[in-house]
């Protein structure tokens, strides 16, 4: 019998987690119920406080003295991180769920975030319909907006959690999910102003051989890419769409961190690099770009995005942060720059083609990127063209077969 672990503050929502226990159970699983609450709960659950704070090296007892949320809070999130992955580890549960409010929120998706991406994650949450990066991070919780707070059983909050425990009860009862692979798997980077690239270079891909994961380079897709290859899911890289570090740089909304295209480098996994979408820092709407901004070149994407064309200094700026990263390669490492144009946009006729700026940024990474470490390629042709997309892809696809025969090599020797 599969079953599905609910975890929450059970000091103050043990109504509330009844019910979510009676609905499961009455689905036809088990649970496993984990109690993150710093005080003494309304009924004794299988996991207790002490122990996920004891995974965090602190003791119960100290936290509840000292009588501080935050600090129960931090101990409780940092336990949840370890202890929550290491029971599933130990085959103890096959699906989560949980209630709460920004508090237990943020304790169990700690939790959550730490889980192999696949195994099922509900969070029911009075912050659902907010901003729910902080909670969500680079997993695949689903958040379920409580609708009502999470403060006791009435006829909405017994409909929002009878479906959630529907909905992770389904998902556990589906067994769809695999970590099988059977192809090996490459992942490409994109944004609307690239999507014709890896659109040509991804059925190129796929014709060789490969499975290829697309990541849609806002912030939260680049550090998700990063994390999959830093763990080892990723055999390869076409990372064509680095607009990431021009939002990093100037600081635009969807940054990826100052970590942003170190990951293949590390893992010594291929790599095929570009500057897709380097001419834009992101914005929310129009009325929401920083005032020192003013003055800029603007276009208006849609009503709730708002791009700013880089400048020259930011052009030269982002260049050399690139060559950084880039020269950490060891080894299948190329740089494949279109001479005519780095986004739809950044052709001419189009509102941010900037001859000048392009120029300084084409010349930095010239001038930067050790070609002693990094493949260096040139086209005359912008980033959008089929010819530059099969480039793309064809270089990836050497680059693959090389280190494939050289691991075939070692390994007979």
Not at 238 to 246: K, P
Not at 297 to 316: D, G, S
Not at 400 to 408: C, D, R, V, Y
Request: hydrophobic content about 40%; overall charge negative; proline content about 4%.
């Amino acid at each position: 019998m599969k079953t599905i672990a609910v975890a929450g503050t059970f000091d103050s929502k043990g109504q509330e987690f009844l019910y979510v226990k009676e609905q499961i159970e009455s689905a036809g699983f088990d649970t496993l119920m984990i109690h993150t609450g710093v005080f003494e709960p309304m009924f004794t659950p299988d996991i207790s406080n002490a122990d996920i704070v004891a995974s965090a090296g602190e003791d119960i007892h100290a936290v509840t003295a000292k009588q501080d949320r935050a600090y129960a809070t931090e101990y409780l999130s940092k336990g949840m991180k370890t202890y929550l992955p290491a029971l599933y580890e130990e085959g103890r549960f096959d699906g989560i769920i949980s209630l709460g409010g920004s508090g237990g929120t943020s304790i169990v998706t700690s939790g959550m975030q730490e889980l192999p991406i696949g195994v099922p994650k509900v969070m029911v949450s009075t912050v659902a319909s907010g901003n729910t990066e902080p909670y969500v991070g680079i997993s695949d919780i689903m958040m379920i907006p409580s609708i009502v707070d999470v403060a006791g059983l009435n006829v909405i909050s017994k409909n929002v959690f009878a479906n959630a425990a529907a909905a992770v009860t389904g998902m556990v009862s589906s067994e769809t999910t695999s970590s099988e692979k059977d192809k090996p798997l490459i992942a490409a980077t994109m944004f609307g102003v690239t999507t014709p690239c890896i659109n040509h270079a991804k059925a190129v891909l796929e014709d060789y051989g490969y499975e290829v994961l697309i990541f849609h380079a806002t912030g939260i897709g680049g550090r998700t890419m990063e994390h999959l290859i830093a763990n080892g899911f990723i055999d390869g890289v076409l990372d064509v769409t680095t607009t990431e570090w021009a939002d990093e740089h100037v600081g635009g909304i969807l940054a990826a961190g100052p970590h942003r295209l170190e990951a293949a480098s590390a893992r010594g996994i291929p790599q095929v690099v570009s500057a897709g979408a380097l001419d834009m820092v992101n914005f929310g709407p129009y009325d929401t770009v920083p005032e020192q901004f003013a003055g800029r070149t603007f276009y208006k994407h849609n009503p709730t995005t708002t791009l700013m064309r880089t400048n020259v200094q930011e052009n030269e700026d982002i260049g050399k942060i690139i060559a950084g990263k880039l020269n950490q390669a060891q080894q299948a490492a190329t740089f494949l720059l279109p001479t005519r144009g780095i986004s739809s946009i950044d052709v001419p006729g189009q509102p941010f083609h900037g001859s000048e700026e392009d120029a300084v940024l084409f010349r930095t990474l010239r001038e930067h990127v050790d070609t002693n470490r990094v493949e260096w390629i040139e086209m005359d042709t912008d980033i959008n063209s089929e010819s530059f997309a099969k480039a793309a892809a064809d270089t990836l696809h050497n680059h693959m077969k090389k280190a494939e025969g050289e691991k075939e090599h070692a390994d007979t020797k």
